[in-house]
């Protein structure tokens, strides 16, 4: 069948003989894909930033499409139905999903603890190959996948496996009051969707701060908040707390991770050295910029080793931190009804639509922010059909 | 920092998602009464392993379900059951699947050629979108590759030439 192929960083291709998924469990379904996005976060993967990422991997964590194949144990789904299926993987059974935690299953990731498994993002989230790609397995699949709404585009759909539960929960974990101030690090589309979702939690007022214009211009348009250039001012920090009489914003959230630019320091020790796990810019601003008392709400994506953030200031201020993975399944009731009554517009979003075949291109596209890229989708052939 | 001013109609769903309990930690966490019972949970059907699966010694045996592709092989390979000595807290542990993440790129080009297959490194960079969107831009990085190149070969020469 035809995957996207990892050779190393920033090396992927389209592969036309990878074999076929296999039914390996009893509660696996073989799900033929008719969508997959490039996440924010699978750029980690491309720029070789996350350990155990191994040659041959597909990555691909947000995907949707029809049931091909079930195990045994399958009760939930047919043959034949269409799928969204969530990011994380999870079993259903153990404490953490039975608390609705499942972004950390215990039972999905031999490989490390700290983290559930997630599909197509390396064997530090369980090994599983991911949905860019024909076919893929889907392990326990009663528990994650959902049935698609008839009225529901498909295009809407396949975002909700992942970005807009993780836009969501950043605003959700953010515990925001009527009228709070609210400031998003990063443009990119989970931003988008956190300073989106601001609005539905009773944000009073919500700022994006990125540094790429054709982003800042859209999260504009399309959140209806506010949208500054960290280039432009001289120091974000100093902005803010003159913006808000001198206090601080009531919720900052870190919808950036690794990746982040801004700090020659952060980058070089980062992003260019790899002497911390990725470069924390978005989070060292995040934590100086809330008032005292505020909170702090982490989705970006950071490695496991450790970052640079000012903990002291932490302490001293009293900031609340919260981060999660998204917990997807435990979401999506509230978000199928925030897409079918008008209040998100996931597809919005959406800027690329490229074939399977072109996923190197895909990849360089995206990563380079190439040709005012936003969020692409990857159609394999028998969804163009 | 309360904004002041409380006209919303202009955003559809302002508000709706408020928390009704006001607690600063929303959501809060769902107890159950498993909690700190360790893992008595009654646990899925295990898959079965056929292929190597390394896991992480902060648990006791591999999860009920796991990824098979891309088992440990060569030199990576036992980089990484090395690795797989050390605890997730431990640099050793990831500074080392780092190390053989880098050496398992090199394997796979090793594999390609032993395949016949000659990697297309323009088109697996995304050389193609390259040239289709950012023709400057790849014009000066192959500017940038030919003038770093011509240093290397003219250093090299005058230290022949010295020695």
Partial sequence: MLAMNYRGPYRVRADRNKPMPKIEHSGDAIVRVTRSCICGSDLHLYHGMVPDTRIGTTFGHEFIGVVEEIGDAVRNLKVGDNVLVPFNIACGKCVFCEQQLYGNCHESNPQATAVGGIFGYSHTAGGFDGGQAEYVRVPYADIGPTIIPEDMDHDDAVLLTDVVPTGYQAAEMGGIKPGDTVVVFGAGPVGVMAAKSAWLFGAGRVMVIDHLEYRLEFVKNYAQCEAYNFRSLEDPVLFIKKTTDWIGADVCIDAVGCEAAGDALQTITGRKLMLQAGSATALHWAINSVKKGGIVSIVGVYGPTGNLIPIGNVVNKGITIRANQASVKRLLPRLIEHVREGRIDPKAIITHRIPLEEVADAYHIFSAKLDNCIKPILIPPSARK | ?163
Wanted: aromatic content about 10%.
């Fill in chain 2, 1 to 163: 920092m309360k904004k002041k001013a409380n006209n919303y109609d202009h955003i559809n769903g302002w508000g709706i998602d408020a928390n009704p309990l006001d607690v600063p930690t929303y959501p809060m966490k769902h107890r159950t009464e498993n909690d700190n019972k360790g893992m008595i949970w009654e646990r899925p059907a295990q898959q079965a392993q056929l292929v190597e699966i390394l896991h992480s010694n902060e648990r006791p045996s591999v999860s009920a379900v796991f990824g098979s592709a891309n088992p440990p092989t060569g030199l990576s390979g036992k980089l990484r059951r090395f690795a797989f000595k050390y605890s997730e807290s431990t640099w050793t542990h990831w500074l080392v699947l780092l190390l053989a993440d880098r050496i398992n790129m090199m394997e796979g080009i090793g594999q390609d050629l032993k395949s016949g297959r000659l990697p297309d490194l323009f088109t697996e960079h995304g050389g193609h979108s390259e040239l289709k969107y950012n023709k400057a831009g790849l014009i000066k990085k192959i500017a940038v590759g030919f003038a770093f190149a011509t240093l290397v070969i003219v250093f090299n020469k005058i230290r022949s030439r010295e020695n």
